[in-house]
């Protein structure tokens, strides 16, 4: 009997080839009807018998194109209408649909196979996709997801890519950024001044400079990359002086596994990611010895390496004949990365010595992605190309429109509706007016692309960072609901809502600053609460921040802070101190001016790793606590320094706090300073000491309320050593222990935990009062 039905399918099912794999479905079933694309779903009416109709049903819900992602398929019956065939129908608008978009895709095998094919007529040909690779986020316009909203819609297809286009039977059919020689974008090759070079093959010219030791720049995906060869010392060094980037890691790109097995230590899991439609840069351990100059990374054990994932790339790696090539961010040191022409040369002038362009409009500029694995499991660094739009599932339904904005640093702002958080890619530091201009544009654009208008903005409690200005302005302007939400709490919530939970958690947030509901700075904070409700179970024992944010570029102040407070004088640190800034620094301590409380693990790090004569001064954030986990790394354990947790009893008589007392940490390590130290042991023992806190303060805290769930989040537990330590001492302590693995622990991950707090005012999980700040 022949029936007819209308099928809708919610997800990311445009740009993934969804509509060909639908069309080729129902052709093999012989199945009638159409398949188009509306905003945000696909719609879809099939008709044939029922048999044939239940299996394409089956088959298009569990086994859809590699890169689709469904959420939601719903269908109704209709009268038959006997249509003769089945056909893809142009695209729809409607505004009230949800729209998920594509991350940008890595080169699949197939295209790979015609890029090194002479006999294709594709043949390296730096531009080629198909409808399960290539450029997503970065050229999409707007929505529906067709060729006229990219920008590629200045490149009319050539009568041989149009054949492939509408050939059913085709990879490329309904591919929107195909193209070829003969009707794509092509490269140039501009000089260091922006003037354009005569060259036959712009490539191969590039390559040349490249080997002859130049510093190029390259136009990819999301942007602008500086490139230079990774195993010449004078070049590398030579690029670190003129992007103004002292020690900071540069990544580099390998050819192909087998290179990168080469100069690292590769697991199974890094090997994966490295192959992954998402190729993202991966942390791996580098082998002594390699051939990788140390200006790349400066004393890091690690290398951030990842794999050629355009076109492009994989003909540039393959001229270079396996050279490793530094692949960083075309920019100046921490500004946002180039992405259009004339900008590029403007900023890049006097860094790149020659210049590699196309004319594909990149829309939105999107760094790469930067992973690692602990402990067999992934953990996000950065979470950009390849990762974003791609949604992340809410806990709570998001019943109204939301923007989170994320915090200072690191800031990735989201949008949520309904389950779905939608993330941005990295959008860098708010300190640089260029990246707070960008953060304006992007979120215009993001709003627009998906279709959500926010109802309501959340935002950090920081009164003063750029995106708290910016959701007070848009308030002012607009009317729109601000909701203020605690830095670490949302920390908190990120990762409760990566895991699903909805139920009352221990929240260990470990971090360097966030603004605390007290006033202070807090980061080294045991919270217990859920989305709505949190209490400040503990924290560390406040110490000054002597010089505010000057103390965090200068670790030696924290250390001089520790000291005062521990009642030890200053005389570890008058060996790289100068006397008068030592002396400075004491009377501000002492008269608590320009010295706010902190409790920040970070800043304890810091001062950890000024008195072991690590780091005094630091040119990227977070780089002092990074080297003494190195340091830490080169010896056994060797147990830890006393912990004692002190109780201090709330003025309503509510449960006490537990407040973790420093002194006695640093009194030891003062003692094992004397004489002939052991310095790798003292960095042990301090992490191990970090364990045994959070360890013992989560055991008094379940004994308090009961409660056996951990989330470990905030830029801390970034440390490999130390969450792997930890999650091994907490589950063996009975704890169920959940870690990032969607979102970055640092702040790039706290617009998923704002968003989750906002939704829960609206949602109909359980209210629970706390006594603590909300």
């Not at 689709?68 to 505004?95: K, M, Y």
């Amino acid at each position: 009997m022949v029936e007819r039905r209308a099928i809708s399918v919610d997800g990311i099912v445009q740009g993934v080839g969804f509509r060909p794999f639908v069309h080729g479905l129902a052709s093999r079933l012989h199945l009638q009807g159409f398949v188009r694309n509306q905003t945000g779903k696909v719609r879809i009416e099939v008709e044939g018998e029922g048999g044939c109709l239940d299996r394409f049903l089956n088959e298009l819900t569990h086994n859809p194109p590699p890169l689709a992602q469904i959420n939601h398929v719903s269908w109704s019956p209709l009268s038959p209408r006997g249509d003769v065939q089945f056909r893809i129908d142009a695209s729809e608008s409607d505004s009230d649909g949800q729209v998920l978009i594509s991350p940008d895709v890595a080169t699949c095998a197939a295209c790979l196979g015609e890029l090194l094919d002479p006999a294709n007529r594709r043949y390296r040909y730096p531009f080629l996709n198909c409808t399960h690779c290539g450029p997503r986020l970065t050229i999409i316009t707007g929505s529906p997801y067709d060729r006229p909203r990219t920008t590629m819609a200045g490149f009319p297809m050539c009568p041989e890519c149009s054949e492939e286009y509408e050939n059913p039977a085709d990879r490329r059919f309904h591919a929107q950024p195909t193209c070829c020689q003969s009707c794509g974008p092509a490269l140039r090759l501009l000089s260091g001044e922006g003037t354009q070079l005569a060259a036959e093959d712009p490539l191969t010219t590039f390559v040349q400079a490249i080997q002859a030791g130049r510093i190029g720049a390259m136009k990819g995906v999301g942007g602008y990359h500086l490139i230079c060869d990774a195993t010449q010392e004078p070049v590398v060094a030579e690029l670190r002086q003129r992007k103004h980037r002292d020690e900071k890691p540069f990544a580099i790109m390998l050819g192909t596994l087998a290179d990168v097995q080469a100069i690292g230590e590769v697991s199974s899991l890094e090997s994966q990611l490295l192959q992954s439609p998402r190729a993202p840069i991966v942390l791996v351990r580098r082998r002594p010895g390699c051939r990788i100059a140390q200006s790349v990374a400066p004393g890091n054990p690690l290398l951030g390496v990842m794999l050629p994932y355009t076109p492009l790339h994989h003909l540039l790696m393959q001229d270079v004949q396996g050279v490793p090539l530094v692949m960083t961010s075309g920019n100046r040191s921490d500004e946002p990365i180039a992405y259009e022409e004339a900008d590029a040369v403007e900023r890049l002038r006097g860094i790149a010595d020659l210049f590699l362009v196309h004319n594909r409009p990149i829309h939105l500029r999107c760094d790469d992605s930067v992973t690692r694995v602990i402990a067999g499991q992934e953990l996000p660094v950065r979470r950009s190309r390849g990762y974003s739009p791609q949604p992340v599932p809410l806990p709570v339904e998001c019943v109204r429109p939301t923007l989170a904005l994320g915090g200072q640093l690191k800031v990735a702002f989201a949008l949520g509706r309904g389950r779905h958080a939608i993330l941005s890619h990295h959008m860098g530091d708010l300190d640089h007016f260029a990246a707070y201009t960008a953060f304006e544009r992007d979120i215009a654009h993001f709003e627009r692309l998906f279709g959500i208008r926010p109802q309501r903005i959340a935002h950090d409690l920081h009164p003063d960072y750029a995106s708290t200005r910016y959701a007070r302005k848009r308030a002012e302007n607009t009317g729109v609901e601000l909701v203020a939400v605690q830095h670490h709490h949302a920390h908190m919530a990120s990762c409760m809502a990566e895991h699903g939970l909805t139920e009352q958690v221990i929240g260990v947030t470990f971090d360097g600053t966030g603004y605390g509901s007290d006033g202070a700075v807090w980061g080294g904070e045991f919270l217990v609460g859920d989305y709505q409700n949190f209490r400040r179970a503990g924290h560390l024992r406040y110490v000054g921040l002597p010089g505010g944010e000057q103390a965090i570029r200068e670790p030696w102040r924290m250390a001089a802070s520790y000291l005062r407070d521990a009642d030890r004088d200053l005389t570890p640190l008058e060996a790289f101190v100068p006397p008068g800034a030592l002396q400075a620094v004491r009377t501000m301590i002492e008269r608590r001016f320009n010295t706010p409380l902190t409790s920040s693990a970070g800043r304890l790090f810091d001062a950890v790793a000024a008195l072991v004569g690590l780091r005094s001064k630091v040119t990227y954030e977070g780089q002092a606590a990074i080297e003494l986990e190195w340091l830490a790394e080169k010896a056994s354990t060797g147990g830890s320094y006393p912990v004692e947790v002190l109780e201090e009893t709330a003025s309503d008589h509510s449960e006490p706090t537990f407040v973790v007392d420093s002194r006695p940490i640093v009194r030891a390590i003062l003692h094992e300073l004397e004489g002939r130290p052991d310095r790798p042991r003292i960095a042990r023992r301090f992490h191990w000491t970090i364990v045994e806190m959070i360890t013992v303060v989560c055991g008094r805290i379940r004994e308090q309320r009961g409660l056996h769930r951990v989330v470990l989040s905030g830029g801390t537990f970034m440390n490999g050593l130390l969450t792997a330590e930890v999650v091994r001492r907490l589950t063996r302590d009975g704890f169920d222990v959940y870690r990032h693995h969607l979102v970055p622990p640092n702040d790039g991950g706290l617009s998923l935990g704002q968003l989750a707090v906002a939704a829960s005012r609206d949602s109909s999980v359980a209210r629970t009062t706390f006594s603590g700040a909300t």
